[in-house]
């Protein structure tokens, strides 16, 4: 009678636990995820390996842009950049190109187009008239319309003859104006 009864408990809690087992949902049985999620409702589309060629309304190539991932954002005027390459030429009056390019580790670029903001080993390589310089710093700001870099941060500006150093940098590539705000150090090479 005993071996009965144990037979017989056994096969009850045999058929309680398949019952538990079979009534609970799917996610009681699955862990609990400890990564942090995007929250979906906030990102409108985000694109990976991304190309685009920006025009201006004469037709003209303004610029184009790489990135590694291009991120659109829900009510954010702004368009994030992982991994971004900027070029822009522009054609002068005698004939001659001109331009800017910058590598950074990421950016945020405004819908508007006019103001690119780079963070991260960022480099500009100048190509003007007379010669081809190149700044880099931890960040940069750059305003398409007015042609204007601006950075607060640390930047070293190489030219073929030059190597300055300091803290705090405005460029007008429009009037080749550059303003140095402090820090100051140069090396110029007139050989």
Known sequence: MIRQ?????A???LVT????????PPESFMRASTESMVDQSSVDS???????????????????ITSSKMELLTNDPRILLTNPRFVSVTNNADGKDTGISFV???GVLSRDDNQLSLKGNVEAVIAGVKNTSTLSSSSLEYNAHDLLITTDQYFEFKTPTLLMQGTGLSV???QEIFRIMSNISANHDVS
Do not use: C, H, Q, Y
């Open 5 to 9: 009864s144990l037979i017989i408990g």
């Open 46 to 64: 985000f694109m990976l390996g991304v190309t685009s060629r920006r025009f201006s309304p004469e037709g003209n190539e303004i610029f184009l």
């Open 172 to 174: 007008d590539l429009k």
């Open 104 to 106: 950074a580790n990421s």
């Open 11 to 13: 096969l009850i809690v």
């Open 17 to 24: 636990w398949f019952l538990v087992v079979w009534d609970s």
